[in-house]
């Protein structure tokens, strides 16, 4: 709460002020709702805009913040997560929110990635264009806490700048002017007051992180505050050496081979390789028995990252025997691995001819598997000439963003790599002489792969569902990996890891199998043939399509979900399944007439492994309901038009 400087105390909760918070709620209600009615009487904004801004009294809630560990970084630090969904500004913010960045993406055509296999299909669109040199580098950098950091009078006038910009017309939207987009924004900014242990504060710097507007803040800020530092570059370089000594975005790698998050990306003489990144999680390389509810990635995760990330054979190969001896460090055999991969080959390789199987080529897999992604375009940094010096532009990056921290109060902006191999997120991308390789980026968590007793709650999802952690890993590498030998590598790499868990080789064979006979089975003369990794890869590329339309159709009715709850470790079947009757019974007297939560069904399922996961001890949990909501004499207010 004290180290970003972002939150503003302002009272606790105490005895003699039972009401504080609910009287503080009413207030910014209240000025919402006054703010709103002076529009629409003014006809600044219309019937339609004011009832999707406008409050219900009855669900109205203020914000609270609570915090979730990041265990997959040293110290494991927390990171903080506000609740708005149900916050008095929170429908000027879904309505502002959507309004501008649709508009930030019409106007500045910028590219946005929500996930890192979107990376590769821009970067095998951006090769096929011709665009990739092999003299071209590729970068990365972290902001870090930007959402927290930008001054709220900053992001006004980064707003006004951009609408002016693009609306040269008759500068309106929807029929509301720039001026009254801006009240409505400072509105929400001068009111974003939340709870947290039972104190009440407010943000006085960034925005909500769960507010939809915050996003499209952060966009339109960086994007002008970006060609500022483009136009003055020579003299913010000089500045910056002189009065900004000390850089605050830090670049860690810089060469031909690079990674970015657990991709790692190089550039061999102009041919692009990728594959999986491993950062080790300390300096001893084995993970000790205690780590049996660590939670890792699953392994069918993880061989599905070997062949969208591994570009090469090769690379694939290593990636599974990195995979295998994970697994054995945690325990497992080597037939748990064998048989994840198996099932990952019969999901994205298996075709039925004459019942003859042969194993896929790690290119069949990845083609089956890229045919599921869309293509997305991806600004990537290329050198001004192919002898331009790397540590030139280094110290141009460094001076330039060491000035541009200056405008946060704490730094925001770290490169973490420039170079012809770098990592996005999970994948790998690399340059090779102008062919782009891409492949399984693999991060890990600490300095030191070995975790200390400590660490014991933590769970470990290989250990939950090893099925579905191998499944998941070898379709990510059959959409990473670009080549078949970073696909068998990655291959190897998932077969390591559940042999490290003490998994069989008959694991990863059996889940190898399976995704190859879900992802490259094609009935022809009953004659089998296993597929190649490409058109195992292209299938799964398709399959992913098909689960984005299906996606934005409308979905039908659910007859029963499952959610997995935490209970007591205490608790026999028969209390279970006491409470589990008991909970569904009031859901079905209270909401039978819900055409959503009526179709909604709880079960809760036995579990050997600890139901209180480390996790769950970390988060702070929502203060009581009476300290979020409007006194009951507020709740039946009329809006008034």
């Known amino acids: 709460m004290t180290q970003t400087n972002c939150y503003s105390f302002l009272f606790k909760r105490s005895r003699s002020y039972l009401h504080a918070s609910q009287n503080r709620l009413a207030n910014i209600v209240e000025r919402v709702e006054t703010t709103l009615n002076n529009l629409f009487h003014s006809k600044s904004i219309t019937e339609t805009q004011y009832n999707l801004m406008k409050i219900n009294r009855t669900s109205v809630r203020m914000n609270y913040l609570y915090f979730v560990s990041q265990t997959h970084k040293e110290g494991i630090p927390v990171q903080p997560n506000m609740i708005c969904n149900d916050g008095p500004t929170e429908g000027i913010c879904r309505f502002l929110g959507c309004l501008l960045g649709l508009l930030f993406n019409d106007s500045t055509h910028c590219k946005k990635f929500h996930k890192a296999v979107n990376v590769i299909h821009e970067m095998e669109f951006y090769q096929k264009n011709g665009q990739l040199q092999p003299t071209t580098l590729f970068a990365t ?57 039972y104190k009440f504060y407010k943000q006085t710097q960034g925005g909500a992180s769960g507010s939809l507007l915050t996003i499209p803040f952060v966009h339109i800020y960086l994007f002008y505050w970006q060609h500022d530092l483009l136009n003055e570059l020579r003299s913010i370089l000089t500045m910056a050496n002189t009065q900004f000594p000390q850089p605050i975005w830090n670049i860690t790698e810089i060469g031909s081979t690079i990674h970015f998050r657990d991709i790692k990306i190089s550039n061999h003489n102009g041919v692009l390789q990728t594959n999986v990144y491993h950062e080790c999680m300390y300096h001893e390389p084995v993970l000790p028995p205690s780590l049996d509810l660590l939670q890792l990635p699953i392994q069918r995760k993880s061989i599905f990252k070997a062949i969208r990330y591994c570009s090469t054979e090769y690379s694939f190969k290593n990636e599974l025997i990195h995979i295998g001896i994970i697994l054995n460090i945690h325990g497992f055999s080597d037939e748990t691995f064998t048989q994840g991969h198996e099932e990952v080959i019969e999901d994205f390789g298996v075709i039925i001819r004459n019942e003859i199987a042969f194993v896929p080529t790690s290119d069949t897999m990845r083609r089956y598997l890229s045919a599921y992604d869309k293509y997305h375009q991806i600004k990537v940094t290329q050198p001004r000439g192919p002898q331009q010096d790397i540590n030139h532009i280094l110290n141009e990056l460094r001076s330039i963003l060491t000035m541009a921290n200056t405008q946060f109060p704490q730094p925001t902006l770290n490169i973490t790599e420039i170079g012809s191999t770098i990592h996005f997120r999970d994948i790998k991308i690399s340059n090779q002489n102008g062919v782009l390789q891409t492949s399984v980026y693999h991060e890990c968590m600490y300095h030191e792969p070995v ?135 009031i859901l079905k007297e209270n909401f039978e007439n819900h055409s959503q939560i009526k179709q909604l069904k709880i079960r809760i399922l036995q579990t050997q492994e600890n139901p209180f996961p480390i996790v769950h001890f970390l988060i702070k949990k929502r203060p009581d309901v009476n300290y979020l909501t409007l006194p009951d004499e507020t709740k039946p207010k009329p809006y008034m038009y």
Not at 505 to 524: A, C, K, L, P, S
Not at 539 to 555: E, G, M, S, W
């Open 451 to 585: 975790l200390p007793p400590s660490l014991d709650l933590l769970q470990l999802p290989i250990q939950r569902n090893v099925w579905s952690w191998l499944r998941k890993s070898i379709l990510k590498a059959i959409r990473y990996c670009s080549t078949e030998y970073s696909f068998k590598n990655e291959l190897i790499h998932i077969s390591i890891i559940l042999r490290i868990h003490d998994f069989s080789d008959e694991t990863f064979t059996q889940g190898h199998e399976e995704v190859i006979e879900d992802f490259g089975v094609t009935i022809r003369d009953e004659i089998a043939c296993v597929p190649t990794y490409d058109t195992m890869r292209r299938h799964l590329f398709a399959y992913d399509k098909y689960r984005q339309i299906k996606a934005t159709q409308p979905p039908g009715p659910q007859q029963e979900i499952i959610l997995q709850l935490p209970y007591p470790s205490n608790w026999d079947k028969t209390v279970i399944d006491n409470f589990e009757q008991e909970i569904n019974h």
């Open 141 to 197: 950098f972290n902001i870090d806490n930007l959402c927290l950091m930008f001054s709220h009078e900053q992001v006004i006038i980064a707003l006004e700048r951009f609408l002016n910009h693009c609306l040269l017309s008759d500068y309106h939207i929807q029929g509301m002017t720039i001026d009254t987009i801006l009240q409505l924004v400072r509105l929400v900014l001068d009111n974003q007051y939340f709870v947290y242990n």
